[in-house]
């Protein structure tokens, strides 16, 4: 979805980390800097080509499986010199067009993948979001519908910085994503995505 690049960190096909940055290598620093514990033993998405540089910074964390468009050969080098690490290469223009497809009892679901747009929002508060919280915000909600079970997602324009997600309800997933942004002195600043409103005060 992103047209910058971007590295997303996976744990239990929930991200743990997601960061943009101007090149890819950047852009999996951010993702990793987001929570450097839980990408341990992850899977990493990346949307654009592995360089030499991503790959130096990819090769001296665990990880179970690199996920990219294309691998440049000196990059495959590195990475393949790593036990147990399994490369694979997604086209992610071609999967963008395609309909998304859910199993559920018997069938299956299939929709149109969501496009929208900063543009098309509606501001309810009295204060209006600044041009940054407006970009911290198309960042956070992009981020945010790939989170499952009450997902909250904190970040800033370029980094999640704390998700919460999995919880029996949206207030603890909240509460973990505070706490996690706090404990990386990131939490001033950041916004907060959520997957649905919250139903209590």
């Known amino acids: ?24 290598a950047e852009a999996f620093q951010e993702a990793y800097e987001a929570d450097p514990v839980s990408i341990f033993g992850g899977i990493i998405v ?10 130096q910074q990819l090769q001296r964390i ?11 050969e000196e990059a495959l080098e590195i990475l393949t010199k790593k036990k147990n690490l399994r490369l694979l290469v997604v086209d992610f223009e071609k999967a963008a067009k395609q309909p998304e497809v859910v199993s559920v009892l018997g069938g299956l679901l ?11 929002w509606t501001v309810v508060t009295k204060r209006q979001p600044t041009p940054e ?13 790939h989170v499952k079970s009450n997902a909250i997602v904190l970040a800033n324009q370029q980094q999640t910085v704390g998700i ?3 919880q029996m309800n949206r207030v603890g997933s909240v509460k973990i994503a505070v706490e996690q942004a706090r404990e ?13 409103f919250f139903p209590m005060d």
Do not use: Y
Not at 110 to 120: K, R
Not at 187 to 193: Q, T
């Open 1 to 24: 979805e992103s047209t910058e690049p971007t590295a997303v960190a996976l744990k239990h096909m929930n991200p743990c980390g997601i960061g943009s940055g101007e090149t890819i």
């Open 46 to 55: 990346l949307n654009r080509p592995v360089d030499v540089a991503t790959a």
């Open 62 to 72: 665990f990880l179970e499986i690199i996920i990219a468009p294309a691998f440049e």
């Open 110 to 120: 299939v929709q149109e993948p969501e496009m929208e747009s900063p543009a098309d």
């Open 133 to 145: 919280e407006i970009a911290a915000l198309a960042f956070a909600w992009k981020a945010v519908k």
């Open 164 to 166: 919460g997600a999995g």
């Open 184 to 196: 990386n002195n990131k939490l001033a600043g950041s916004v907060l995505a959520s997957d649905a």
